[in-house]
């Protein structure tokens, strides 16, 4: 599994100074995400997130998503590529985790500006190959709004289904707000509220996350 995480992370790497040495107009995002969850029923934890999303500036981009749980030794991997047209991306990649669930993960994203109002819709669709997992539907959308030059408020809202069991479902909300420390860097606060339904029985999780966005 490390040598696999290893592997990625140095391959999205190449991937991004290659971008960035053939075309000027390449650009890269990345995001850290630092996340203090309070379940309902369970321990709390600490969980970090990064990802780093190329974009050739033209059709093609790639993403790399890693995120890891140090109290529970839990690492998930998410590889991706994006071919785009204007606000429209086709995606398709893979999903590991250190529990043994794998997946192909295929679907698409909208990214759009309204006047000053952002969108970002996510819709993922994976199909296990592990041959036990659950498949199961993603829908996450974003939306924010800028509240001057350097303030910005937004809220993400997030849907799962999982397609073995009709009866289990998650439902996520989360407003936040962000500061912009210079053109290419900000950080932003995210309370948020799930719910993990399986027949009825819905458990709550509180969350608080800091997060800081890097663009080139």
């Not at 047209?85 to 529990?99: A, Q, V």
């Not at 509240?147 to 809220?155: C, R």
Request: charged share 25%; with cysteine.
């Amino acid at each position: 599994m490390k040598k696999v995480i290893l592997f990625l992370i140095m391959a999205t790497f190449c991937f991004t100074a290659e971008l960035q040495a053939e075309d000027k107009k390449a650009s890269a995002l990345i995001v850290i995400k630092n996340d203090f969850v309070e379940p309902e029923k369970a321990e709390s934890y600490h969980k970090q997130s990064m990802t780093i999303y190329c974009h050739d500036g033209n059709w093609f981009g790639g993403g790399l998503s890693v995120t890891v749980k140090p109290k529970y030794d839990y690492t998930e991997v998410k590889p991706w590529f994006t071919l785009n047209k204007g606000p429209l991306y086709f995606l398709g990649g893979l999903s590991t985790d250190s529990s043994g669930n794998d997946y192909i993960q295929g679907g698409g994203w909208y990214i759009n500006k309204f006047g000053k109002f952002k969108v970002f819709f996510d819709l993922r669709n994976y199909w296990n190959i592990d041959g036990e997992s659950s498949d199961y539907l993603d829908c996450f959308l974003e939306g924010e709004y800028p509240l001057g030059k350097k303030f910005y408020v937004g809220l993400d809202l997030d849907y799962c289904h999982y397609w073995q069991d009709e009866d289990h479902n998650f439902y996520f909300v989360g407003p936040y707000v962000g500061y912009k420390v210079m053109d290419n860097l900000s950080v932003y606060l995210r309370l948020s509220c799930d719910w993990n339904v399986v027949h009825d029985n819905a458990d709550r999780t509180d969350k608080a996350r800091i997060g800081l966005k890097v663009t080139f």
